[in-house]
């Protein structure tokens, strides 16, 4: 059934008018795979759509509304659950998209402390039952506690994104790279801190069956969620540009920012952290014991795992004695998997791989570069911001500026 725009004049009428064809495939698609890619399909004709009416509307750029309060909260919750359906078991990869636009779209023109709010609501919606199966064996509330200090991280971005409304106000066409950077700059936070981090949850470990797990090859993971959000980000400015009047500039903001698509790194492998991507390995091989966990947390393991051997070029070898057992390409195609707790024997054989990808060579220097870029957009919203906040001098007061420098000119000696 083809997508319709609302005729309703409210905006809060025609943003869920269109919003609702984005949210229903996350939910109609969860349990097999032709509701997911009809999914896909309808998500990306909305966002075609939404974008081609936008840039037809006018020529006056104005941004002069924002989300009610109860939308914004109903879109950061949605997002954190739109997110969550990206990851395995579901593995709607698509669906990060929605949720980070959402996001972003929720934040927009906040005050740093509501977008913190906001954010930290989409970081619950996601972490708490993501990370449920580390409840399994110890209570709910370790479990609580980390998925809250998972959330915290969401919290600190959606604060940066409020933060840099002045730089996209000003710079429409930045809003999708400024949303890229941030995601993977706080997903380099969150990877380090405290305690050495913990990365579980990445929106590049959502996308190992999506088509930019490619681009792992050239610049690891931070690569993909880099990419995975400035997708979202042209999402963000349809979805604005339908629902709040951002006319005449939608279509060169989708036009400007889509070729942003065109060694140290690790593997998180149930709270150890294994070296990969050595420079004289040629395989990389995973030993784990998913006993305590469960289904959903051995397939977001596989998931990573398959990043990985994009990342590095390398074939893969995921073995454990009671979860799930398998062999990955270098390309991350599955070959062989095991069911989880199931008894059974792989034979298969494995070429070893000496190619060594850009990911690689470059190790962390991705990750750097999209961090000082994501602290130069928040110094440069800062900046811009300040400078707004600045009275402007009257055409009146100007003249009598004026006055006075020539009457100094002239009594001077």
Do not use: K
Not at 77 to 104: D, E, Q, S
Not at 181 to 191: F, S, T, Y
Not at 393 to 412: E, Y
């Amino acid at each position: 059934m083809p997508w319709r725009p609302s005729t309703g004049a409210d905006a809060t009428g025609r943003c869920w008018g269109g919003l609702s064809w984005c949210v229903l495939p996350v939910a109609a698609g969860l349990g097999h795979g032709a509701g997911r890619r009809r999914g896909a399909e309808q998500l990306m004709s909305v966002v075609d759509a939404m974008a081609s009416d936008a840039a037809d509307a006018g020529p006056e750029a104005v941004l002069s509304r924002r989300p009610r309060p109860w939308l914004a909260v109903a879109f950061s919750a949605l997002a954190g659950v739109a997110m969550l359906a990206a990851f395995p078991p579901y593995g709607l990869w698509w669906a990060a998209l929605l949720g980070v636009a959402l996001l972003a779209v929720a934040v927009h023109r906040r005050r740093a402390r509501v977008g913190a709010l906001l954010g930290g609501l989409a970081g619950l919606g996601l972490f708490v039952p993501l990370l449920s199966f580390t409840g399994l064996q110890v209570g709910w509330a370790p479990w609580f506690l980390l998925a809250g200090l998972q959330a915290g991280f969401l919290a600190a971005l959606g604060a940066a994104a409020a933060a840099t409304s002045a730089l996209v106000d000003r710079r429409p066409w930045s809003w999708p790279l400024v949303a890229g950077v941030l995601w993977a700059g706080q997903e380099a936070l969150r990877g380090r801190v405290p305690f050495g981090g913990f990365p579980w949850g990445r929106l590049a470990f959502s996308q190992a069956d999506a088509p930019a797990a490619g681009l792992a090859a050239l610049g690891g993971a931070p690569m993909v969620t880099f990419a995975v959000a400035v997708a979202a980000g042209l999402v963000a400015v349809a979805l604005w540009s339908w629902c709040w009047g951002w006319q005449g500039v939608a279509r060169p903001v989708w036009q400007r920012t889509s070729a942003a698509l065109a060694g140290a790194v690790t593997v998180v492998v149930g709270g150890l952290v294994v070296p990969a991507g050595a420079a004289d390995g040629r395989s990389i091989v995973v030993q784990t014991n998913n006993a305590t966990f469960n289904t959903a947390q051995a397939e977001q393991q596989l998931a990573m795992i398959r990043l990985r051997a994009v990342e590095h070029g390398r074939p893969a070898v995921m073995a454990s004695t009671v979860g799930i057992s398998a062999v990955v390409a270098p390309d991350g195609a599955l070959r062989d998997a095991t069911r989880f707790n199931t008894a059974a024997v792989i034979v298969r054989e494995v070429r070893l791989s000496a190619r060594t990808t850009v990911a690689t060579r470059l190790g962390v220097l991705p990750e750097v570069a999209f961090a000082v870029a994501a602290l130069s957009a928040l110094v440069l919203a800062l900046v811009l911001r300040t400078r707004s906040s600045l009275p402007r001098p009257t055409p009146a007061s100007r003249g009598r500026s004026s006055h006075r420098i020539g009457d100094a000119s002239t009594d001077a000696p």
